[in-house]
């Protein structure tokens, strides 16, 4: 008897910590929402979305550089990470030996565990200079932030693509041989294809991690409050908005920023769901 | 020969000439001197045990075994005059020649059509009037032309397990093969969609050869023209169906046969 009240208790113990983090999501939904959603109808949600200018000092918030500079960068970085997420994880799911295998992967997971000041250190002192004296402009660019932040993402696609790929029955691989497929014919034509939810669900993913991607951004893209037109052009991202201001903004200034965190809640989410909702098709 | 049969009662060459074939995984020694001829447009079933090297044997047929590590062959299997283990045997063409129905209906997660496509694809057709036309000939040669063809766009893993079946099959004769090696290919089977499988086999035997791997005696009974029996890697005997199922020579097919064992 005693024994049950304390299995009961354990476990009652262990789903309050379970729901912590329920909690906290709550929590802090909430309270992005109640601190950013005044500003959004006051300027009202197509000026916020839509308009040009974002003027602090003069009470005029609205987004749309950010926004665009947001979805630049994640672009060119997804330009710049998928082509070679998805050679390595068809690479090491589909070719490499176990040596190789046993290197190469915990070498590409490592990526994941660096600091993103230290990425964005590189970039500035490396990638920056590079790009000023060969290619133009004054180097703080999207073209940088891309490939920093194509680098920073390879991991997460390529490991869940390789999950994906590795998730497909060996029974397509012997299908596609016996009917006398090349290797790579098997993994193109067959295994692939299979995997393709899983694949394009890492993508999704992947996109939700370069556009949330904050410290590494500030240091490489420049910071304008410009709609870049040219991989050259300096930007701004939502996130570096929130990163750069909130150290002096106050009153409606900070609530804007708190706004510009509920757009940004809202893509990633969206992704997110995106994602999960792939994945679950896949499995079915 | 060890056990003295031979397939040739119908005056011509073997499309399969199996000679001395040893077969090791590892120390494994799972193919022991396998001789045996293969007659054109006849189904030959192989049975025995679970182990005694029968899926071995069919798989070294379109050396699916090379896929397997640490294993080696030795011996010879002439594929209409031609050593199959030959240093310049093309294994895709091989493959395409002689093709192979798993145990686990495994068609691809692409559509049916796609399915039918995917060898002649592999091996460069690439005109899609020619590949329309083989979707519809390789299914109706199945028998599923009639209730599939208005929904070729849907995906081949939705359907029903020995649709798939048959899918598979059909995705084989596609390629145009001689031989069709099937692993146990009922074995998933309910007994209904085993028999409709035999009958497409019999069917399947003007056009193709076919080798079967059996565990199902009456199965081998009903649909094959000669029977094999392994045992322990060793083909024990060998000879028309009718005859080793009547009157079998060794004392070991007897025992198999009459359920001794196995």
Known sequence: ??????????????????LSSIGALTLITVFIFAEGLPVIFKTGFFDFIFGMKWKPSRGIFSIFPMIAGSFAVMAGAMLVSVPFALCCSIYLAEFAGRTTRAIVKPAIELLAGIPSVVYGFIGVT???????????????????CSIVLGIMVLPTITSISYDALRAVPDSYREGALALGATRWQAVKMAVVPAAGSGIIAAVILGMGRAIGETMAVIMIAGNSLIIPLSPLDPVR??????????????????????????????????????ATRVIKRAVR | MTNGITAYDKGEAPILKISGLDYYYGDFHALKSVSMDICRNSIVALIGP????????????????????????SGEVLFNGEN????????????????????????????????????????????????DSLVES??????LWDQLKDRLDKKATELQADEQQ??????????????????????????????????????LKKNYTIITVTHNMQQAARVSDYSGFMLMGELVEYSKTADIFSNPRDKRTDDYISGHYG
């Open chain 1, 1 to 18: 008897m005693k024994q049950a009240v304390r299995e009961a208790f354990i476990s009652k113990i262990l789903l309050l910590t379970a």
């Open chain 1, 126 to 144: 490396v990638l920056v200079p590079f790009i000023k004296n060969n290619i133009g402009g004054n180097g703080f660019s999207v073209l940088g």
């Open chain 1, 237 to 274: 991202t939502l996130t570096s908005n929130i990163a750069l201001e909130m150290g002096y903004a106050s009153g409606m200034h900070r609530q804007a920023l708190f706004a510009t965190g509920v757009i940004l809640f809202v893509i990633i989410m969206a992704l997110n769901i995106l």
């Open chain 2, 50 to 73: 679970s182990g005694c090297g029968k899926s071995t044997l069919l798989k070294a047929l379109d050396r699916m075994s090379d896929l397997i590590e640490g294993s080696r062959v």
């Open chain 2, 84 to 131: 199959i283990f030959g240093a310049g045997v093309d294994i895709t063409l091989l493959r395409k020649r002689i093709g192979m129905v798993f145990q686990h209906p495994n068609p691809f997660a692409l559509s049916i059509a796609d399915n039918i496509k995917f060898g002649p694809r592999v091996h460069g057709e690439k005109n899609r009037e020619t590949l």
């Open chain 2, 138 to 143: 390789s299914l109706r040669a199945v028998g």
């Open chain 2, 166 to 203: 048959r899918l598979c099959i059909a995705r084989l004769v596609a390629v145009e093969p001689e031989i069709l090696l099937m692993d146990e290919p009922c074995s998933t089977l309910d007994p209904i969609a085993t028999l409709s499988i035999e009958e497409l086999m019999r069917e």
